[in-house]
T-cell receptor, first 114, second 115 residues
Framework: KAGVTQTPRYLIKTRGQQVTLSCSPI?????VSWYQQTPGQGLQFLFE???????NKGNFPGRFSGRQFSNSRSEMNVSTLELGDSALYLC?????????????FGSGTRLTVV | AQTVTQSQPEMSVQEAETVTLSCTYD???????LFWYKQPPSRQMILVIR??????QNATENRFSVNFQKAAKSFSLKISDSQLGDTAMYFC????????????FGTGTRLAVRP
């Protein structure tokens, strides 16, 4: 079966712009989580969506937002980009509830803010 | 809040030998999961092994096994018969056993397997 697909793979944006990243989960997976990975802060949890509802949110400013569609695909948006937002953004999907058997990650979107 | 500590930033092992990566964690929870993830240069985070806290038996997956010491809050990963393809960053992670909960990651250990 197809894995978790993140698009685009690479992105270069200018400070002050906004960006939207996309994540298509494994078919049947209804939970989607987002993580930010930087050399300085490591891997940090952004948010988790299930059935189009945000169930959990990490400690990030309001410039970071996300949503999930009825087909479980998810997008995250970062507005007013700052240099410090340069990072690898990873998406992970999973089954939910009693069927949960772990998270499967995508290959990430590498965002560079210049 | 949970914390995960990996005290070995880098390690090196000869091909075919055994290496152990260390991980300690701190939590007041009783019901949780622990994971080891591998991140090769392709960037994708790949699950290596998972342990449920209530299970006494240490998890194993082929050449990978863990030593889970719940009282000591220690969760080390042993890689036997190391292969060149094992070269990667390895992250230890913690997750409470509840819906929608997040993974808390350690800072990672960079493992190099020498030919």
């Amino acid at each position: 079966k197809a894995g978790v697909t993140q698009t685009p793979r690479y992105l270069i944006k200018t400070r002050g712009q906004q960006v939207t990243l996309s994540c298509s989960p494994i078919s049947g997976h209804r939970s989607v989580s987002w993580y930010q990975q930087t050399p300085g802060q490591g891997l940090q949890f952004l948010f988790e969506y299930f059935s189009e509802t945000q169930r959990n949110k990490g400690n990030f400013p309001g410039r970071f937002s996300g949503r999930q569609f009825s087909n479980s695909r998810s997008e995250m948006n970062v507005s007013t980009l700052e240099l410090g937002d340069s990072a690898l953004y990873l998406c992970a999907s999973s089954l939910a509830g009693r069927d949960w058997d772990g998270y499967t990650f995508g290959s990430g979107t590498r965002l560079t803010v210049v | 809040a949970q914390t995960v500590t990996q005290s070995q930033p880098e390690m090196s092992v000869q091909e075919a030998e055994t290496v152990t990566l260390s991980c300690t964690y701190d939590t007041s929870e009783n019901n949780y999961y622990l994971f080891w993830y591998k991140q090769p240069p392709s960037r994708q985070m790949i699950l290596v092994i998972r342990q449920e806290a209530y299970k006494q038996q240490n998890a194993t997956e082929n050449r990978f096994s863990v030593n889970f010491q719940k009282a000591a809050k220690s969760f080390s990963l042993k890689i036997s018969d190391s292969q060149l393809g094992d070269t990667a960053m390895y992250f230890c992670a913690f997750m409470k056993k509840s819906s929608g909960d997040k993974l808390t990651f350690g800072t990672g250990t960079r493992l190099a397997v020498r030919p």
